[in-house]
């Protein structure tokens, strides 16, 4: 019942732009705060960027790492969370996971893969 539906990943140039979408389905989305995670082989599942509920104030927070790189939104009448990257490195190299949250539970999506390299 629950779904989230990642698309946008692929291969990027180092210095170039990549937006990812996930599109999520089977819960109240706009209650739910957003974020996005990446994992690297070999490392640990990180938190990259998080945007919270409406009611929640609506806020915005990044890892120091991508601070000014990537923007994290949302539109809650689409039911989807983007994350928009720039400037990117081949440092960047990661599945990019997204997930729904709440104070009692959590839904992940599936994961993209984004690889920069030249």
């Known amino acids: 019942q629950v779904q989230l539906v990642e698309s946008g990943g692929g291969l990027v140039q180092p210095g170039g732009s990549l937006r990812l979408s996930c599109a999520a389905s089977?819960?109240?989305?706009?209650?739910?705060?957003m974020s996005w995670y990446r994992q690297a082989p070999g490392k640990e599942r990180e938190l990259v960027a998080v945007?919270?509920?409406?009611?929640?104030?609506?806020?915005?927070h990044y890892a120091d790492s991508v601070k000014g790189r990537i923007t994290i939104s949302r539109d809650n009448a689409k039911n989807t969370v983007y994350l928009q990257m720039n400037y990117l490195t081949p440092e960047d190299t990661a599945v990019y996971y997204c997930k729904a949250g709440s104070p009692l539970r959590s839904y992940w999506g599936q994961g993209a893969q984004v690889t920069i390299a030249s």
């Open positions: 945007i919270t509920s409406a009611g929640a104030g609506g806020s915005t």
């Open positions: 089977g819960f109240t989305f706009s209650s739910y705060a």
